[in-house]
């Protein structure tokens, strides 16, 4: 059974700095895009950033490019999510997600076939 527990969440305020933190297990497959969605209140979830781990290729989305930054530990079955410079509209509830076998090439392709419970982020002004 795939298992996906994030961690590292809480209270920061703007221009701070978190990281989230991602426990996978249960993969039986080894080719697959690795990441992180959030989802604000009242808007739709959206992505944040991915590792497409067949070519260690990365995507962003335009709003956190140049201050978040996706990373992978192999070894441990982690995925970490460095998020600097933190704005208010940063605050929601971010979620570790898997897509097996995939064919991206940016955020938008993501079919998303496992999902963690999510952590909140909460960044005040």
């Known amino acids: 059974e795939v298992q996906l527990v994030e961690s590292g969440g809480g209270l920061v305020q703007a221009g701070g700095s978190l990281r989230l933190s991602c426990a996978h297990s249960?993969?039986?497959?080894?080719?697959?895009?690795i990441g992180w969605f959030r989802q604000a209140p009242g808007k739709d979830r959206e992505g944040v950033a991915c590792i497409d781990v067949s070519d260690n290729i990365t995507y962003y989305g335009d709003s956190v490019t140049g201050r978040f930054t996706i990373s992978t530990d192999n070894a441990n079955d982690m995925v970490y999510l460095q998020m600097n410079n933190l704005e208010p509209e940063d605050t929601a509830v971010y979620y570790c997600?898997?897509?097996?076998?995939?064919?991206?090439?940016?955020?938008?392709?993501?079919?998303?076939?496992?999902w963690g419970q999510g952590t909140q982020v909460t960044v005040s002004s």
């Open positions: 997600a898997v897509e097996k076998y995939p064919v991206i090439d940016s955020l938008e392709d993501l079919e998303i076939d496992y």
């Open positions: 249960g993969f039986t497959f080894d080719d697959y895009a």
